[in-house]
């Protein structure tokens, strides 16, 4: 295992975007407490950490939900201080959050464009949406993405979580996104779905996407990751690529490795 980045010099050339020495406080509670995290050009970078560890609220600051509280947040190597999440978007930085914003009523195709439909000319001169151009293109975006949607008129509603996350993605993917952030993508979802996620993630990596990928689940991120930072307590405990870290070392820090050692052999020598 090698050092982590916490004493590093000036992130180079080939940072997309940077968090340095950041912290962010919401009243006494400290959420993230002087991290430093940096996202290469085309990698897929897993932040990995427990319940309450500062994830979300890591992946917000990315966002432009957040500002930090003290530190810095560089894109292409240059400041800034998002004041919303548009403004983070237009840069090509874009967050599929846990609940989606997905609309269930309506359409994949709706849900795909979100307000980006198509537009026809009806009468000749009034502008209304082209729902048959957008099933008809949105079909063929997600199937070039290994997402079969049979039609795209049907409400997203009827389709599986894991297939609603694939949309998001893919449509992140399809708006043109430099960077993707996804919290926890993988969480709710079975063995087969969890796979389909991973392998969009894969996909948006052939095609130059730079990937945060947040996530409990280690045997989910070491596959696919380049490199990962592991949070704990608001604290980044480092960030190691993939040929300076084992599974079984990103997992043992996961756990807490002496300290949940000490627990488990408590609860065995419990009395039941
Ligand atoms: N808007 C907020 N106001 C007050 N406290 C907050 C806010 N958002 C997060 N926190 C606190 O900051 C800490 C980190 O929360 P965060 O949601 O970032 O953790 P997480 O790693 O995403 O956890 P989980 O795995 O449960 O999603 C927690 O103690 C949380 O209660
Ligand atoms: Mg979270």
Not at 32 to 42: A, D, E, P, S, Y
């Amino acid at each position: 295992m090698s050092d982590p980045i916490r004493s590093a010099p000036p992130a180079p050339d080939d940072t997309i975007l940077a968090l340095e020495n950041v912290s962010k406080f919401f009243g006494k509670v400290i959420a993230l407490n002087g991290v430093t995290l940096r996202l290469k050009r085309g990698e897929v970078h897993c932040l990995l950490g427990d319940n309450g560890a500062g994830k979300s609220t890591l992946i917000k600051t990315l966002a432009g939900v957040h500002t930090p509280s003290s530190g810095e947040y560089l894109v292409d190597g240059k400041p800034v201080r998002f004041g919303s999440p548009k403004e983070a978007l237009d840069l090509g930085i874009a967050t599929v959050y846990q609940d989606l914003a997905l609309v269930p009523l309506l359409s994949v195709a709706r849900n795909f464009f979100m307000g980006r439909e198509p537009q026809k000319k009806r009468f000749g001169f009034i502008n209304v949406m082209d729902l048959d151009l957008a099933a008809e293109t949105s079909r063929a975006r997600l199937s070039e993405m290994g997402i079969n949607v049979r039609d795209a008129h049907q409400p997203i509603g009827t389709m599986s979580g894991g297939e609603k996350q694939c949309l998001a993605i893919a449509r992140a993917i399809h708006f043109g996104a430099r960077v993707l952030i996804l919290d926890e993508p993988t969480a709710a979802l079975g063995v087969k779905q969890s796979f389909n996620v991973l392998k969009l993630i894969h996909t948006a990596r052939a095609k130059g996407i730079s990937v945060i990928f947040i996530t409990h689940n280690v045997h989910h991120a070491y596959p696919i990751g380049d490199s990962f930072t592991l949070l704990n307590r608001g604290k980044s405990m480092g960030t190691f690529t993939k040929d300076t870290i084992t599974k079984n070392e990103v997992l043992d820090m996961m756990a807490g490795g002496a300290e949940m050692q000490e627990m488990m052999n408590e609860l065995e020598g419990a009395p039941a």
